[in-house]
């Protein structure tokens, strides 16, 4: 059971997926980024919390050879 802010972490990495696909985890660097300039750093600790969910749900790629 996850506890409210993981569970909206989720939620909005799942919206990121959804809206900007590949483009995600740029968009949550982003915002990282911006929320480490104006010095929110518990805005940037759930960015970086979201960075991590998206980069745990991409697909691996696949260890075959394409020749």
């Known amino acids: 059971m996850f506890d409210d802010n993981e569970r909206l972490a989720r939620q909005e990495a799942h919206w990121l997926i959804k809206e900007f696909g590949a483009e995600a985890p740029l ?8 929320a480490i300039e104006q010095k929110d ?27």
Not at 27 to 34: I, L, N, Q, S, T
Not at 49 to 56: K, Q, S, T, Y
């Open 41 to 67: 750093f518990g805005r940037c600790a759930r960015w970086k919390r979201i960075l991590e969910i998206l980069a745990d749900s991409r697909p691996a790629k696949s260890a075959t050879s394409k020749y």
């Open 27 to 34: 968009y949550a660097a982003m915002k990282a980024e911006k």
